[in-house]
């Protein structure tokens, strides 16, 4: 029997608007939301070493927003592989 993929989408935790935007699948692959949160975890982080350059407060206001969105999506990414990993939150 083939199984085919069932989206679960989750709205993000950081969507700035009234409605959200921008969401998650909950039943992606757990392979999946790993690269997902590992990319956006590790592009923050390469942020954070690049605030020794930067060269005012325009600068390292826009650097921390991105960092903030990054680090939300990173988390939120890894509440659902750890939801899903533990069993609380099982593919349909």
Do not use: K, W
């Not at 969507?15 to 975890?41: E, F, G, K, M, W």
């Amino acid at each position: 029997m083939t199984r085919t993929h069932t989206c679960n989408p989750i709205p993000l935790t950081r969507n700035d608007t009234d409605h959200p935007v921008l969401y998650l699948d909950a039943n992606a692959s757990l392979a999946d939301l790993y690269t997902c949160a590992q990319q956006r975890i590790g592009a923050a982080r390469n942020l954070l070493e690049i605030l020794d350059c930067a060269a005012g407060p325009q600068d390292l206001s826009q650097i921390r927003f991105a960092i903030g969105l990054l680090l939300g999506d990173g988390f939120d990414l890894l509440c659902t592989l750890g939801d899903r990993a533990l069993g609380q939150a099982d593919p349909v």
